[in-house]
């Protein structure tokens, strides 16, 4: 577990993943792919059997890969302007922060990555048969090839028609939402502080820091970087000189630095990224800066705050009077509550033990997490009794597995909001039962 959670947390990692969760990255990719399966079919000739029985017809290969050729075009059009109206509907209908969920979509990538690299095989293949780059059995290669490629045609249409029952709908982008925000919060449960040490205050009195080099949201916080760099620093050997800096100084003092703030916090240019126990020169401060990846928009990884404010959200667009859905608001409340429950079971169950001895972080501030999520539900749907029994349903499962401290104000709270516009005494009467049930888990 301690090994899976240094390899997921490195920024080399999160960097890679932003990149392959861009579409043009898998369509380039698969394209090249595309282009250089049909440049290279000619030199496969000599594996082919002697006797293999295959005769093709004159003209048969090129009328082939016209027809995908063709097909191709039609279908990449096709599927991208689906993917262009999911977006728009999924931000008008949700909100524009779960938008990048759908964008990042493996199966819709895939597809379009497929359909685009059998285009660009099949007008390679046609102009190379035009230049007679494939004479004899090397047509039969090509001709092999083609039905390989079309084979994956089917597959990825095949999916990307499944998906595309659900793709970009409310319900759609609330599971996508629930699990982005459960991986960040499950993770963040079972290795606390990213591996780090609890913070100490007499870091942050010494007022050493380590400045952001420009505004923006902190993305990911490369914990591992930021420990083995702090090691060469103090002189501990931990750390391999290849990695950036000048190697231990085994004169110097243990160098001890403090994480400011978690992923997900703004920061304005040269705000603290951290704190140190002693001063440092500026190159191991600028390695130091390096580890942090700050950008325009928060990310759901190291960030479950994120993913639950972006289903509060969801809930509030869902109960504004526009819209008037107060069943997906409640939808949001569940899941909303399955992402804050997976927190809780995940951290009474093993966690990893503090292997980052030379950083220091805060804690996840899961008080703020459930101001977060259920303050806004609470104020947009004070009026209807139904959300508001579900949202006191939701803080009691909450309190009965581990979250009461943290539940119980909330509850509180949307309460006094509730009765300050709910006039009808029945409708009183099961609400106060509904919250008096948070209680008995306190």
């Given at each position: ?115 685009v690299g059998s285009f660009l095989f099949s007008i390679v293949g046609i102009i190379g048969i035009s230049a007679g780059y494939y004479e004899g059995r090397a047509r039969i290669i090509l001709f092999l090839t083609t039905l390989g490629m079309i084979a994956l045609i089917v597959w990825a249409l095949l ?42 205050e007499t870091l942050r009195a010494r007022g050493i820091i380590v400045p952001a080099p420009r505004g923006g949201y902190l993305r990911h916080v490369d914990y591992g970087q930021l420990d083995r760099i702090a090691g060469r620093a103090g002189g501990d050997g931990t750390g391999s000189d290849d990695e ?21 916090h703004f920061v304005h240019k040269g705000d603290p990224l951290l704190y140190l126990s002693r001063p440092a020169d500026r190159k191991t401060e600028a390695a130091l800066a390096a580890g942090f990846a700050i950008g325009d928009a928060r990310s759901f990884d190291q960030d479950p705050r994120f993913g ?135």
């Amino acid at each position: 577990m301690q090994l899976l959670s240094a390899i997921v947390d490195t920024g080399l990692v999160f960097r890679a993943r932003e990149v392959l969760r861009k579409p043009s990255v898998r369509v380039v990719l698969f394209s090249l792919v595309g282009v250089v399966t049909a440049l290279t079919s000619s030199y496969l000739e000599p594996v082919l059997p002697r006797n293999l029985p295959i005769e093709l017809a004159s003209g048969a290969v090129d009328d082939l890969l016209h027809i995908v050729a063709s097909s191709m075009l039609a279908v990449t059009t096709f599927s991208v302007s689906i993917m262009v109206s999911a977006f728009s509907r999924a931000a008008q209908s949700t909100t524009p922060r779960a938008v990048k969920l759908l964008v990042a979509d493996g199966v819709a990538q895939n597809a379009i990555a497929v359909f685009v690299g059998s285009f660009l095989f099949s007008i390679v293949g046609i102009i190379g048969i035009s230049a007679g780059y494939y004479e004899g059995r090397a047509r039969i290669i090509l001709f092999l090839t083609t039905l390989g490629m079309i084979a994956l045609i089917v597959w990825a249409l095949l999916r990307w028609l499944n998906q595309l029952n659900d793709f970009g709908r409310m319900s759609d982008v609330i599971e996508r939402l629930e699990e982005a925000a459960t991986s960040a919060a499950v993770g963040a449960a079972k290795c606390p502080r990213g591996g780090a040490l609890p913070i100490d205050e007499t870091l942050r009195a010494r007022g050493i820091i380590v400045p952001a080099p420009r505004g923006g949201y902190l993305r990911h916080v490369d914990y591992g970087q930021l420990d083995r760099i702090a090691g060469r620093a103090g002189g501990d050997g931990t750390g391999s000189d290849d990695e950036g800096g000048d190697g231990p100084d085994p004169a110097g003092p243990p160098l001890i630095v403090e994480v400011a703030n978690h992923a997900g916090h703004f920061v304005h240019k040269g705000d603290p990224l951290l704190y140190l126990s002693r001063p440092a020169d500026r190159k191991t401060e600028a390695a130091l800066a390096a580890g942090f990846a700050i950008g325009d928009a928060r990310s759901f990884d190291q960030d479950p705050r994120f993913g639950l404010i972006v289903l509060s959200e969801v809930a509030s667009r869902a109960l504004s009077p526009a819209v008037n859905d107060p069943g997906s608001a409640i939808d949001v409340l569940r899941a909303g509550t399955r992402v804050l429950l997976a927190h809780h079971r995940a951290g009474m169950g093993e966690v990893d033990p503090p292997t980052r001895r030379h950083v220091r972080a805060p804690e996840l501030d899961m008080a703020a997490a459930y101001r977060e999520f259920f303050a806004p539900i609470a104020r947009d749907g004070r009026k209807l009794v139904e959300v508001q029994q579900v949202l006191q349903d939701s803080l009691r499962a909450l309190a009965c597995n581990g979250g009461a401290a943290l539940a119980v104000p909330v509850a509180d709270a949307a309460l006094d909001s509730a009765l300050a516009e709910i006039r009808d005494d029945a409708d009183v009467a099961r609400l106060r039962a509904c919250h008096a049930r948070v209680g008995d888990c306190a």
